[in-house]
C-alpha cells in the first residue's frame, strides 16, 4: 500500500513538473515573438529652433522613453528617426511624447513615415 501511494505521489510530481516546464518554454517562445515587433519610422517636427536645445532635448526624451530602442533627431532635416517595440508603444504615443515635452505647445509631428529596418 505504502509503495502505490509513493508510486502515485512520484507520477503526480513529474506529470506536474512537466506541464509547468512546457508552460514556461511557451511564455519565453511568446516573449521572442513580441521583442520582434520592432518598427523604424521617421517623423516630420515641426517647432524645434536650434540642434543642442530642441532637437538633442527630444532625442534624449525620446531615448529614455520605455519601448524606444534608438533615436536620433536632425534639426536641419527637421526630421527624427526612431526605431520602436511595437508591442511596447505606439506610432501615436511616440508623438504625443514629442508634442508633451516642454510647455506642451512647442513641438509638433506633422507627419510620420514608416521606414525599412
Same mark, same amino acid.
Not at 505504502?2 to 519565453?28: N, V, W
Not at 517623423?43 to 534624449?60: H, V, W
Not at 508623438?95 to 510620420?112: F, H, K, Q, R
Given at each position: 500500500?505504502?509503495?502505490?501511494?509513493?508510486?502515485?505521489?512520484?507520477?503526480?510530481?513529474?506529470?506536474?513538473?512537466?506541464?509547468?516546464?512546457?508552460?514556461?518554454?511557451?511564455?519565453?517562445?511568446?516573449?521572442?515573438?513580441?521583442?520582434?515587433?520592432?518598427?523604424?519610422?521617421?517623423?516630420?517636427?515641426?517647432?524645434?529652433?536650434?540642434?543642442?536645445?530642441?532637437?538633442? =532635448?527630444?532625442?534624449?526624451?525620446?531615448?529614455?522613453?520605455? $519601448?524606444?530602442?534608438?533615436?536620433?533627431?536632425?534639426?536641419?532635416?527637421?526630421? $527624427?528617426?526612431?526605431?520602436?517595440?511595437?508591442?511596447?508603444?505606439?506610432?501615436?504615443?511616440?508623438?504625443?511624447?514629442?508634442? $508633451?515635452? $516642454?510647455?506642451?505647445? =512647442?513641438?509638433? #509631428? #506633422?507627419?510620420?513615415?514608416?521606414?525599412?529596418?
Amino acid at each position: 500500500m505504502k509503495r502505490s501511494i509513493t508510486i502515485f505521489a512520484c507520477a503526480t510530481l513529474l506529470a506536474f513538473g512537466i506541464s509547468c516546464k512546457k508552460s514556461s518554454e511557451k511564455t519565453k517562445t511568446e516573449q521572442t515573438t513580441q521583442k520582434q515587433r520592432l518598427k523604424k519610422i521617421a517623423l516630420q517636427i515641426e517647432g524645434m529652433t536650434c540642434q543642442i536645445g530642441c532637437a538633442k =532635448t527630444i532625442e534624449s526624451r525620446l531615448s529614455k522613453t520605455p $519601448g524606444i530602442k534608438s533615436a536620433a533627431v536632425s534639426f536641419e532635416k527637421r526630421l $527624427g528617426e526612431i526605431i520602436f517595440d511595437a508591442n511596447q508603444i505606439s506610432e501615436s504615443e511616440i508623438s504625443e511624447e514629442i508634442s $508633451g515635452i $516642454g510647455d506642451g505647445n =512647442t513641438y509638433l #509631428v #506633422v507627419a510620420i513615415d514608416n521606414l525599412e529596418l
